[in-house]
């Protein structure tokens, strides 16, 4: 990996408190003002290409009936099929799946894989319902998206609180509707699925080894190695989990830890597969008692080297960037850090290693799935990571390249290179009619 090195400009900018959907723009549209982006391309990029809202009953296991709202977006599919999770929280709502989809479209095309970008969701609180009322409200949330999506059109995968199960149950409902002859050949509708059921060995990993790989090659570029270097994570979900365990196996300590039940903080370390099992076993990550409780206000501020967002978006904001002592702050959720929240770490001279980059390992585990169900194939753990670490180390040097040799900031480097392959596209093909 050949990677050239060159300080970012910087321009100090105030900018408002803002949404996601508002911090998506302005992202993309300094990207376009930034390579001159063609009117007519920008006009078609700023807008979604479908937005549907389902509204649908379910009922409980007292046998009452809740009404449901689920989301999905379709942004742009230029170049190729929708992608884009699907997720279960009380934020979901069409603002948020219209900036996630966007967010969608450009990781997809920095990735140089065959998709567009699509997101969506259902406006709920998964931990207040059981297993089984998750199952007939994801199965019943399919049905109501139909032929909105499918495996050569929309292809879903897991986000924040769905997971493999999730994808099996939509998998199966999908195909249930399905002609027999049709059934088998529509088993790549979503990925993330379990192993045992046409999903792809790694996938679990994946967002996570990307998140690390990043690291990793962005603290080489700076001629160190991850051994005893700090790390803060906030989540410690999947991808937090994946990106912490491969970090710590690199000789990186793990020193504080958030999520949803409070923040704990261990100067010595804290042991990632301990507190996973904890956490695994039914315990939280604030009652962990290898470790002491901080306050949640003071998370972002702890002494690190490297600080990873893996949670929710608008985590970091103007309000709580200036207290961030990381040198490297990498984005493993979608939309962590806000437009003005990120100017003030840039002003500090902090790295940001942006999401579309830093997390699209998921995605591009979504795509080996998608091909291993298409081609009939079962690919082996290893040649999944070769795989992962091939297309990681390619995107991370081409936007690594292109933010030194224009002197810009890692986000606005990868933007720029994925609305070129998305401007390509449309020139080559035109507009129809």
Wanted: aromatic content about 10%; overall charge neutral.
């Amino acid at each position: 990996m050949s990677v050239i090195t060159k300080e970012p400009k910087k321009k100090s900018v105030q900018l408002p408190a803002q949404g996601m959907m508002e911090n998506v723009m302005q992202q993309f549209n300094k990207a376009a003002d930034y390579v001159g982006l063609h009117p007519n391309i920008r006009k078609i990029l700023e807008i979604t290409n479908n937005e549907l809202v389902v509204k649908f009953p379910v009922k409980m296991d007292n046998g009452e009936v809740e009404v449901f709202t689920g989301y999905r977006v379709q942004h742009n599919n230029a170049l190729g099929p929708y992608k884009g999770g699907l997720r279960y929280h009380p934020t979901v709502d069409i603002d948020a799946a219209r900036a996630l989809a966007m967010w969608m479209t450009w990781k997809t095309s920095l990735a140089g894989l065959p998709y567009g970008g699509g997101k969506g969701g259902i406006q709920l609180d998964p931990s207040k319902y059981s297993a089984s009322e998750l199952e007939r409200i994801t199965r019943r949330f399919t049905f109501a998206l139909a032929d909105n999506i499918g495996p050569e059109h929309d292809i879903p995968a897991p986000d924040v609180n769905t997971n493999s199960q999730t994808m099996a149950w939509i998998a199966d409902t999908y195909m249930s509707t399905r002609s027999p002859a049709e059934r088998t050949a529509n088993q790549h509708v979503v990925t993330g699925k379990p192993d045992g059921s046409g999903g792809l060995e790694g996938r679990d990993r994946a967002t996570g080894y990307g998140v690390y790989l990043s690291i990793k090659f962005w603290i080489a570029q700076q001629g160190e190695t991850l051994e005893n270097k700090t790390f803060i994570v906030q989540g410690f979900g999947n991808v937090g989990y994946w990106a912490s365990h491969f970090l710590e196996a690199e000789g990186a300590k793990l020193v504080a830890v958030q999520d949803a039940s409070g923040s704990i903080y261990h100067k010595e370390g804290i042991s990632v597969a301990a507190l996973s099992a904890y956490v695994n076993n039914g315990g939280t990550v604030a009652s962990y008692q290898q470790a002491h409780s901080i306050a949640n206000d003071a998370f972002f501020g702890t002494e690190c080297d490297i600080c990873i967002p893996a949670a929710l978006g608008n985590q970091i904001t103007e309000t709580n960037a200036g207290t961030i002592k990381a040198k490297l702050v990498a984005e493993g959720a979608n939309g962590p850090i806000s437009v003005a929240g990120e100017q003030i770490l840039l002003d500090k001279g902090i790295v940001v290693i942006p999401d579309i980059l830093c997390n699209s390992g998921g995605v591009i585990g979504s795509y080996f799935e998608w091909l291993q169900n298409r081609n009939g194939e079962l690919w082996l753990l290893d040649e999944v990571m070769a795989k992962l670490y091939k297309k990681l180390s390619e995107a991370y040097t081409k936007v690594a390249n292109y933010a030194a040799l224009e002197g810009i900031d890692l986000r606005t480097a990868a933007y720029c290179i994925a609305i070129k392959r998305i401007e390509k596209a449309y020139i080559l093909r035109g507009i129809f009619p």
